[in-house]
């Protein structure tokens, strides 16, 4: 099955600052790949996902890059805000089978200071 | 619109005890799933169903049951609570696969389960 290792498990940066996670996955047939950000007592909510025949997404300050060759993907986050202080998982998707199951990294908690 | 909903927030359980997790969603959602989340751990798939009387395992779903009787519910079942089921549990939903492009998977707050 598919496995999705995710790195760094802490990210602390300065506010206004960039921020970068990344993630490799290991089945080459997954095609969708989401960016989930989880504020402290609540669930996972999406901020951003890409699928593979796509190299780059950007939506204001965020933005994903996927290498399908290298089997990588990583989120950029510019001009960081506290509120952007939150954990972060990415997750990967297979495209065969009937399911359409999610397969997620261990997450990188992101502070932001001052 | 609710989404995804859950109940209870907070449980505590003693060892042995059954309870069951409820999840609903009115998105009409056909894909829903089951997920524990252990502290400082992505998130684990336990169970999921890709429609009403279909169900299937994933990644650790030893402990634990599921039915889903209706597009809307998929409650998770706990028989024989053990300690190391603590953990977070989160139910989430989304379109089947290819569903006009709309692949998002939504999440409900989550469930805290303690077990002494």
């Known amino acids: 099955g598919e496995n999705v290792e995710q790195h760094p498990s802490t990210l602390s940066v300065q506010e206004g600052d960039s921020a970068v996670i990344k993630c490799t996955y290991s089945?080459?047939?997954?095609?969708?790949f989401p960016w989930y950000k989880q504020e402290l007592g609540k669930g996972p909510q999406l901020i951003i996902d890409i699928r593979s025949n796509v190299g780059e997404k950007k939506d204001q300050r965020i933005a994903v890059t996927l290498n399908k060759t290298a089997k990588h993907f990583s989120l950029h986050i510019t001009e960081t805000q506290p509120e952007d202080s939150a954990v972060y998982f990415c997750?990967?998707?297979?495209?065969?089978?009937?399911?359409?199951?999610?397969?997620f990294g261990t997450g990188t908690r992101l502070q932001v200071t001052l | 619109n609710a989404g995804v909903t859950q109940t209870p927030k907070f449980r505590i359980l003693k060892i042995g005890q059954s309870m069951t997790l409820q999840c609903t969603q009115d998105?009409?959602?056909?894909?829903m799933y089951w997920y524990r989340q252990d502290p400082g751990m992505g998130l684990k798939l336990i169970y999921y169903s890709v429609g009403a009387g279909i169900t299937d395992k994933g990644e650790v779903p030893n402990g634990y049951n599921v039915s889903r009787s209706t597009t809307e519910d998929f409650p998770l079942r706990l028989e024989l609570a053990a300690p190391s089921q603590t953990s977070v549990y989160f139910c989430a939903s989304s379109y089947a696969r290819e569903h006009g492009g709309k692949t998002e998977a939504f999440f409900g707050q989550g469930t805290r389960l303690t077990v002494v």
């Open positions: 089945d080459s047939a997954s095609n969708y």
């Open positions: 998105m009409n959602h056909n894909y």
């Open positions: 997750a990967a998707r297979e495209s065969t089978g009937t399911a359409s199951k999610l397969t």
